[in-house]
């Protein structure tokens, strides 16, 4: 069975790749901050995480599925999104090293929940795409109480400048996380377990996706 992440995130592609998975990639032409604005201006009020991250993997996930459609493909399409909330405010990737310090200064020695969208969508020739019930994950990191001296230097090599809660947990980031309470893919980028899930509930065989040799 083939497999399309519509995802740019190079991640979510290690991860997929860790568990026998070799995808087809998709860049998702959805812009998320317009997505986003749209719907709470429409509804009046402010996504909660849960439903932020639901909305944009569901909206990646249906943009890319649509696209292969057209194209005869026949497989699934895995969609996600990851957003980092700290005192009930939800952040996205800092993308500068003045956003990234006074992300870390914020956040050390106490608690973050990093929260990730996951959608799934069967595409079928002939058939209209099918969607499984999307599924928002969270997991709750510790992160240390760092030095000033360690933010700057970790700032200063560009990583957390590029991810969602402004840490890896699987990279230079790891030192600084203490601990992680639920699925640590799931702060990477999406969980693995949640996709088995949603796989299944289409009616395929997780291991159908294995594609890639060890
Ligand atoms: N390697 C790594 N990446 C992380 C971690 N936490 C968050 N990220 C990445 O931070 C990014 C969050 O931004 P998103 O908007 O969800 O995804 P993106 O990278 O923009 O990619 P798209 O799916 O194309 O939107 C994702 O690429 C996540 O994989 C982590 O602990 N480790």
């Keep these: 069975m083939q497999v399309c992440l519509a995802s740019t995130s190079p991640a979510r592609l290690m991860l997929l790749r860790q568990v026998g998975i070799e995808p087809r990639l998709a860049s998702p032409?959805?812009?998320?901050?317009?997505?986003?604005?749209?719907?709470?201006?429409?509804?009046g009020r402010t996504l909660p995480?849960?439903?932020?991250?639901?909305?944009?993997?569901?909206?990646k996930a249906r943009d890319v599925a649509t696209r292969l459609a057209e194209e005869g493909f026949d497989g699934v399409v895995i969609g996600g999104d990851s957003m980092f909330e700290l005192d009930g405010v939800i952040y996205g990737k800092p993308y500068t090293a003045e956003k990234?310090?006074?992300?870390?200064?914020?956040?050390?020695?106490?608690?973050?929940?990093?929260?990730?969208?996951?959608?799934?969508?069967?595409?079928?020739?002939?058939?209209?795409?099918?969607?499984?019930?999307?599924?928002?994950?969270?997991?709750?990191?510790?992160?240390?109480?760092?030095?000033?001296?360690?933010?700057?230097?970790?700032?200063?090599?560009g990583e957390p400048l590029q991810v969602a809660g402004a840490f890896t947990v699987d990279s230079l980031g790891g030192a600084f996380i203490e601990r992680v309470e639920g699925d640590p893919s799931t702060v990477v980028g999406m969980s693995l377990s949640t996709l088995r899930r949603l796989v299944r509930e289409l009616g395929v065989e997780w291991t159908s996706l294995w594609n890639r040799a060890s």
């Design 29 to 43: 032409g959805v812009d998320e901050e317009a997505e986003i604005a749209a719907i709470e201006a429409a509804e």
């Design 49 to 59: 995480p849960a439903e932020h991250v639901l909305v944009l993997a569901r909206l």
């Design 100 to 157: 990234a310090t006074e992300r870390w200064r914020a956040m050390r020695g106490r608690t973050g929940v990093l929260h990730s969208g996951h959608s799934v969508v069967r595409v079928t020739p002939g058939r209209e795409p099918r969607e499984a019930h999307a599924v928002a994950e969270a997991a709750v990191s510790f992160a240390a109480d760092v030095t000033d001296a360690e933010i700057a230097a970790y700032v200063g090599t």
